[in-house]
């Protein structure tokens, strides 16, 4: 494990080498870098179209963002192991595992941990990647770390990122890609983290902002895989306010 000193050093160092290899080799449009405030605990909300998504984001960000990855990613073995590691953790990014229900709160109690020791915190509303390009409607997760912790929320949009790295692809094309950073948005006026109704009228305004960014269609419905059976469906019907089944990649 990786203590926190020894994964300041580490982003530093990455960010400092792996940013400016980016801008110089895919060109990226940073817009509204301004926008996130360079001190202090702060959500970046993001659509969702590739598996390097996370990585542009925190490499574009004007400070170190962490995010959730898959705890694979961190527990090989052997010199690949080592590297991954050794990549995931300069990047930013928080190993847990993948679920709902309990997973899936535990996942965001890192991300609270995050925004509570003032640092910026990436995540996706949509739960996991839009493969057809259109905008899904956010899960309530986003809302309750922004009223848990009083941070504000960035919207971000990203266009591009699907021809960077398309589904099934092992490496980054040589693709530009768009990252648009929203004005920050204070969700404090929707109540309290224990209200569902809050929570949702809270992220949907997120989402607003980032499909007023982003441009995308609205798909009116939660990105989830096809139910497996009659008995998952009517649960997935009942369920009032989901947070996300699986936000990683």
Known sequence: MWCRAQWSVLTTLSRSVLAPLVRVVWRPRVIGRRHVPRRGAVT???????????????????????????????????????????????????????????????????GLGKLTAGDAFAIYPE??????????????????????????????????????????????????FTVEFGEPIDLSHHGEAKSGRARRHATDEVMAAIQRLSGQVEAGAYNDPPAPSVVARVRRAMRPDPVGPDPLD
């Open 44 to 110: 970046l909300a993001s659509n969702h179209l590739s598996f390097v998504d996370s990585v542009v984001i925190t490499l574009m960000a004007p400070r170190q963002v962490s995010f959730l990855a898959k705890a694979a990613y961190f527990t090989g073995t052997g010199l690949k192991g080592r590297a991954s590691r050794a990549f995931f953790s300069g990047i930013g990014a928080i190993g847990v595992e993948r679920g709902a229900g309990s997973a899936a709160q535990h996942a965001l109690d890192l």
């Open 127 to 176: 739960g996991t990647r839009s493969l057809d390009g259109r905008l899904y409607r956010g899960r309530t997760g986003v809302a309750w770390l922004a009223l848990t912790s009083g941070a504000p929320v960035v919207p971000v949009a990203l266009t591009g990122t699907q021809e960077l790295q398309p589904v099934g692809s092992r490496l980054p094309r040589l693709r530009r």
